[in-house]
Nanobody, 124 residues
Framework: QAQLVESGGGLVQVGGSLRLSCAASGRTFSSNGMGWFRQAPGKEREFVATIDWSGVNIYYLDSVKGRFTIARDNAKNTVYLQMNSLKLEDTAVYYC?????????????????WGQGTQVTVSS
């Protein structure tokens, strides 16, 4: 059974950094578009970053541009989200997801495999 497992979340101060990892198992996702999403308490899940199978086509939520970087290592079947200059409003549960297709997408409806999420808490 295909699974995505996120790790790397935690508690960090404003301005700090974290790197999230999303390890896939059960099958390879090297041909799939991948994405990171987040959900804060009382809010809907929102798109954060997406990368296509080749790592060329990448898109970000406007509020994280210049601070977050998505990357993938297909040999390791892993996707990363490097988060720098973290802000209080970045606090959320972060989810990794895989698309059925190879392209990147900002629409969460296009993702059919989801991880369990990892908590990121930014404190002042």
């Amino acid at each position: 059974q295909a699974q995505l497992v996120e790790s790397g979340g935690g508690l960090v101060q404003v301005g700090g950094s974290l790197r999230l990892s999303c390890a896939a198992s059960g099958r390879t996702f090297s041909s799939n578009g991948m994405g990171w999403f987040r959900q804060a308490p009382g809010k809907e899940r929102e798109f954060v970053a997406t990368i296509d199978w080749s790592g060329v086509n990448i898109y970000y939520l406007d509020s994280v541009k210049g601070r977050f970087t998505i990357a993938r290592d297909n040999a390791k079947n892993t996707v990363y989200l490097q988060m720098n200059s973290l802000k209080l409003e970045d606090t959320a549960v972060y989810y990794c997801a895989a698309r059925a297709g190879a392209s990147s997408s900002t629409d969460l409806l296009g993702y059919n495999v989801w991880g369990q999420g990892t908590q990121v808490t930014v404190s002042s």
